[in-house]
């Protein structure tokens, strides 16, 4: 396969980043950095995650961030939502487009939602009969890709059946998300030949965090193989509540700069997001995860 001409970059910074923190991010902090992102030339940005505030204090803020955001033309901001009663509130708050979220690793599903695998699915059919019924896409995400904090390794074949079955169920994309970031690039290029058996590969997207620095070697893999949408973090921001230990996202700016030198078109001005990244992980406190970034305010 040859690579991509363009890639869809959804910037997940403000929920993947911002789910993570110690201490919730004040709601102004955030509407600014999703301006930020829209202004850098990002048209996709995951803003919120309607989840209990009791799981994630950190996205407490759901309607606040949803109905406080100034909206760009061509920009699409969508939200985590995982059951019907987040979903009711997304669409009160105007949201374009939703994400549900499922795992290949049963006991990761019980951690993150508070079910099996099963019943996630269950849950999941009613959210997505909803929000067509509303206008609204979803896309889904597998969780554990390629690896488990609790489990280890995941047979592909897991991963396959799950993407399947969110699919089938009308998620117009699977994101395929490496959780703790322990995949390597053979790794990442088998587990997307089992899922893309089922799948059309313009269908999935790569959601690789970068805990062992292999994130970018593996969206080099994946990319190799076709695929065209990938999600990552301003500054390498965030990991998952229910992950220890899992770092953030591959870096945004990191992508953007990878996906320059080849010739591979997103539509973002590399400096501003990099501005965008000094800028926020210096009001939270925060390194910037980004080489990229780090390099750029260097110069
Ligand atoms: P539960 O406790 O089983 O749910 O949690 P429940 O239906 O029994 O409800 C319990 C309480 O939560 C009730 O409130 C509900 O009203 C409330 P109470 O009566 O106790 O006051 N509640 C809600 N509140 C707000 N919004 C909602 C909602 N639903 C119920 N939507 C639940 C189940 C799914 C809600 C819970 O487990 C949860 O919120 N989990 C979220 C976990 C999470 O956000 N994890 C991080 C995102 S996933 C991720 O980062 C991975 C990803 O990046 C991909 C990758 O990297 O692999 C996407
Ligand atoms: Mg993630």
Redesign the pocket.
């Known amino acids: 396969m040859p690579f991509p001409k363009s890639i869809r970059l959804v910037e997940?910074g403000p929920r993947?980043g911002l789910?993570n923190e110690p201490e919730p991010i004040d709601t102004p902090i955030k509407l600014e950095l999703i301006d930020r992102l829209g202004a850098a030339g990002i048209r996709y940005i995951e803003a919120a995650?309607?989840?209990?505030?009791?799981?994630?204090p950190q996205?407490a803020d759901y309607r606040e961030v949803m109905t406080g955001l100034t909206r760009r033309k061509g920009v699409t901001y969508s939200a985590?939502?995982?059951?019907l009663?987040?979903l009711e509130?997304a669409l009160e708050c105007g949201v374009e487009e939703v994400a549900v979220?499922g795992a290949a690793s049963e006991t990761f599903s019980q951690k993150?939602?508070?079910?099996s695998i099963a019943e996630s699915l269950d849950r999941f059919a009613p959210v997505l009969e909803r929000a067509k019924s509303a206008g609204v896409r979803v896309r889904g995400?597998v969780?554990?890709v390629l690896g488990c904090p609790y489990e280890g390794e995941i047979a592909p074949a897991k991963v396959a059946e799950v993407s399947k079955a969110l699919y089938e169920m009308g998620c117009y994309e699977v994101?395929l998300?490496?959780?703790i970031g322990t995949g390597t690039p053979l790794k990442a290029k088998h587990m997307l030949e089992a899922v893309a058996k089922d799948i059309p590969i313009d269908k999935l997207a790569a959601?690789f965090?970068d805990t062992y620095g292999q994130a970018l070697a593996n969206l080099y893999a994946v990319l190799e193989e076709g695929v065209a949408v990938v999600d990552s973090s301003v500054a390498g921001l965030g990991g998952?509540?229910?992950a220890k230990g899992a770092s953030g996202n591959v870096a945004s700016e990191d992508v953007v700069y990878m996906l320059n030198g080849m010739g591979i078109e997103s539509g973002i001005d590399l400096d501003k997001l990099a501005e965008t990244g000094n800028w926020i992980t210096q009001t939270i406190g925060r390194p910037n995860r980004s080489k990229v970034g780090v390099a750029l305010a260097a110069k």
Request: net charge negative; proline share 8%.
């Open positions: 997940v993947d789910q995650s309607f989840v209990s505030p009791k799981w994630v996205m985590l939502t995982p059951n009663e987040g509130v979220f993150n939602i508070n079910c995400y969780s554990c994101s998300g490496d959780t959601h965090h998952c509540p229910y």
